[in-house]
């Protein structure tokens, strides 16, 4: 019997592979009686063969189960297994973003493998396993399921191929797809719980409400930034100050040299790093520049205020969507990073700073870290926004790295 006429038959039954399990250890004891040495895998394959798929894989893949979850209801400490769904963000498609899959023995899977010793799952399990199973990195972090043992988490984290020197695999066969097209190519390969998994990720990306999205990034962002060993580091920068220079240095370019002192405004400014260096750069072009930062985590808002102790009135909690000046002061020179706030609210974003947080005859700075697809680079952001394009940032040059897009920014007028 064919591994595929096996499949077709457990689609029609209903598999519990809690109750399989049971059998498969009720049957070793059973075969230990005549052959102490037999193995567990001995009396899986034949359960598996008993239901109708071609051995234990095959039924695991077909029937493993896991239930929805959230942060507080897991116990972290007894997690040994991490999962994640990967997603593609593209505003121009209907369904909002593609499934990314890379191909591992023959089959379309999604990146799994066990927590290493000493991981933290949510800071350092995420990261490392899409990078090293099939080269994805990973920019939003969301935990999706648990399965029945509360083992084995599972999350969705959209993010885009890596292109950097942190370790990673660099080789893997993709396929990216909408999600429908996922759903159905898992279920035709015969991996039943992966298709549920994807269709599961899918609904909970999209009715994700606001709030629990910004818990999310808080808490991806937090720890690790925290943890860092550079200032770059702490600002979610993985290399040197002179990489830091390149990458970030081309920012000034927004400068408005016209004006010998000005205001800058980083909102997601972490540990304010970036607002401390735009300080450097824009003297170095005759600019008198006061730097200010706002950030989601109030705990990188003390670190900002402790790193930068001359500035500390300068920095404080908020959300930038909604966030104004206590005073109501507004800045000539405002930065905003795209990525850290979803899709959906990027509209609202932007009229919002310019209509409360950007100074009359001000501009408003926007950019994507790291390269993004065209439909995602900021330029096509702001004019798919209806906006006017006032200027651009030199691309980022970095050595042995991909071109990146620019900055754009956009005149107060």
């Known amino acids: 019997m064919t591994e595929h006429v096996n499949l077709e038959q457990a689609r029609k039954r ?21 052959d102490p040495t037999t193995k567990l895998t001995t009396a899986q394959h034949q359960v598996a063969r008993d239901l109708g798929f071609a051995n234990w894989p095959v039924l695991v893949r077909a029937a493993e189960s896991f239930v929805p979850a959230t942060p507080e209801t897991i116990d972290w400490r007894r997690i040994t297994r991490v999962s994640t769904v990967c997603f593609r963000l593209d505003p121009e498609l209907a369904a909002g973003a593609l499934v990314a899959l890379y191909r591992h023995d023959g089959r379309w899977v999604i990146p799994s493998d066990q927590r290493l010793p000493g991981e933290d799952v949510w800071d350092d399990s995420v990261l490392r396993i899409p990078l090293a199973r099939m080269g994805f990195r990973r920019q939003g972090t969301h935990l999706l399921a648990i399965d029945p043992e509360r083992r084995h988490a599972v999350f969705w984290i959209d993010g885009d191929p890596y292109r950097g020197s942190r370790p990673h695999r660099s080789d893997a066969e993709w396929w990216t797809g909408s999600p429908d097209e996922a759903v159905a190519l898992l279920t035709d390969q015969g991996d039943g719980a992966l298709a549920r998994l994807v269709a599961l990720a ?6 994700m409400s606001y709030d629990q999205l910004v818990a999310d990034t808080r808490r991806t962002l937090v720890g690790a930034y925290l943890r860092a060993a550079t200032p770059q580091g702490g600002s979610g920068f993985g290399g040197s100050a002179d990489d830091w220079r390149d990458a970030r240095g081309v920012l000034v370019d927004a400068v408005d040299t016209r004006r010998p002192v000005s205001s800058f405004l980083d909102l997601a400014c972490a540990n304010g790093h970036l607002a401390a260096s ?13 730097p200010y930062g706002v950030d989601i985590a109030p705990e990188l808002v003390e670190r900002a205020r402790t790193l930068h102790p001359q500035w500390a009135e300068h920095f404080w909690a908020g959300d930038a969507v909604v966030w104004r000046h206590p005073d109501g002061v507004r800045f000539d020179l405002v930065h905003m990073l795209l990525d850290v706030v979803p899709m959906d609210r990027w509209a609202q974003l932007v009229d919002h700073l310019l209509a409360a947080v950007v100074a009359p005859g001000g501009r408003l700075l926007l950019s994507q870290y790291g390269p993004v697809r065209p439909a995602m680079a900021p330029d096509a952001v702001v004019t798919r926004l209806g906006r006017q394009v ?12 991909p071109a990146e897009a620019p900055s754009v920014w ?4």
């Open 14 to 34: 209903s598999v519990n592979l809690e109750q399989a399990r049971k059998r498969a250890r009720e049957l070793l004891s059973e075969l230990r009686r005549g």
């Open 390 to 401: 006032a200027g651009r940032c030199r691309p980022p040059q970095r050595k042995d790295r």
């Open 278 to 290: 735009m300080v450097d750069w824009a003297a170095e072009r005759g600019v008198a520049l006061t």
């Open 202 to 207: 899918d609904e909970s990306r999209r009715t």
């Open 410 to 413: 956009l005149v107060n007028e």
